[in-house]
């Protein structure tokens, strides 16, 4: 008996989102964790990947604690042991040492890079706090006054303008006026990737486009003639026969009809960063985020505190990475030091030799 596709999409649909509440429940996660993430995600208003995030670091965490004080065999595979059994006392009698032990394992037993280690431990910080201060639970917090590690600072990766322009002209295929504005909007606007996959055709007024960034937090972008031009003309095609339009108020559509997601619109960056000749050079979805705002910087004298309300930054200091300087400006400082000009005296360098 074939299942009509009308009927395999509602049981996908089900499917999926029994999934979904699976994995939100935390069903393999103790009580003493679930408390957290939902107070993240309900009170704090933290993104679902957020939350997602945390869960999966203090689950690690906490099987390391399991397999450190329970003393399991050495052949244990880490990712079956199940924690759902640890309760209050347990957490209490968490200590600093533990923290310390659990960061050198992630660090040199899992080979977590620095920011990783980081992030782990910005996660137990905010844990802790949260069982310590917030609900008391526990009486003290064995994160406090552990410094977070040391992390490479490295400049952001982006486009030179020249590339930039070879990558708009790269684009083409059946969607050209899709993937053009796609990407005309990475490198115009700054937005992140999730930023762009969730733009609704009424978040588009005139010259202006609201956004919803982290931590569901809304701003205001204004819209250029070039995003204005290719957004009309997508519109067109989007209207026309190129679509079976489905999602009729996302912007983006896949050739379903239904709003992009985020990895097709990689695979469509991808494609043309390939076509472009550029790949192979580390560049992403997220490096045409940083193009955005090191060209606003460099060309455009945009100040620090306007870039940052562009990219919906929370705090200046991470808008400062694109303050970077570039090679032409270092050469031209050396070459401005009135000492530049000096040659070597050879006539005393002969009169030595004599």
């Not at 029994?18 to 939902?38: G, R, T």
């Not at 399991?72 to 924690?83: A, W």
């Not at 706090?129 to 639970?137: F, L, Q």
Request: proline share 3%.
């Amino acid at each position: 008996m074939q299942i009509p596709v009308k009927c395999f999409g509602i049981i996908l649909l089900i499917l999926n989102f029994f999934i979904w509440v699976y994995f939100m429940n935390y069903n393999d996660a103790p009580e003493i964790i679930k408390e957290f993430l939902f107070y993240c995600r309900t009170i704090k208003n933290r993104s679902p990947r957020t939350v997602q995030g945390y869960y999966l670091d203090l689950r690690t965490f906490f099987r390391f604690l399991k397999f450190k004080k329970f003393n399991l065999p050495d052949d244990t595979e880490f990712s079956k042991i199940d924690i759902r059994d640890l309760d209050i006392e347990f957490l209490s009698k968490v200590s600093r040492i533990d923290i310390y032990e659990y960061l050198q394992y992630v660090t040199y037993v899992r080979k977590n890079s620095s920011n990783s280690v980081a992030r782990k431990l910005s996660c137990l910080k905010s844990y802790f706090k949260y069982m310590s201060e917030k609900t008391k639970i526990i009486n003290d917090n064995p994160t406090a006054n552990i410094d977070s590690p040391s992390v490479k600072k490295s400049l952001p990766k982006f486009l030179s303008l020249d590339e930039s322009r070879k990558l708009l002209e790269s684009v083409g295929g059946d969607y050209e006026s899709r993937d053009y504005c796609i990407i005309t909007l990475f490198l115009n606007c700054g937005m992140r990737l999730s930023e762009l996959v969730g733009i609704d055709l009424d978040d588009i007024s005139d010259d202006t486009l609201r956004v919803l960034g982290k931590g569901n937090k809304e701003r205001i972008v204004f819209l250029n003639d070039a995003c204005v031009n290719a957004i009309n003309s997508y519109l067109i095609d989007r209207n026309g026969e190129n679509y079976k339009v489905i999602d009729k108020n996302a912007l983006f559509l896949n050739r379903n009809g239904r709003r992009i997601s985020p990895r097709r619109v990689q695979q469509i960056v991808d494609e043309n960063l390939n076509k472009a000749g550029l790949s192979n050079k580390g560049y992403s979805t997220h490096k045409l985020r940083h193009t955005a705002a090191t060209l606003m910087y460099r060309y455009g004298d945009v100040d620090m505190l306007a870039l940052k309300e562009i990219l919906g930054h929370e705090h200046v200091s991470t808008t400062e990475i694109y303050t970077h300087i570039s090679d032409k400006q270092l050469k031209s400082a050396m070459h401005s030091n009135p000492l530049s000009d000096i040659k070597p005296d050879n006539k005393k360098k002969k009169s030595k030799k004599n």
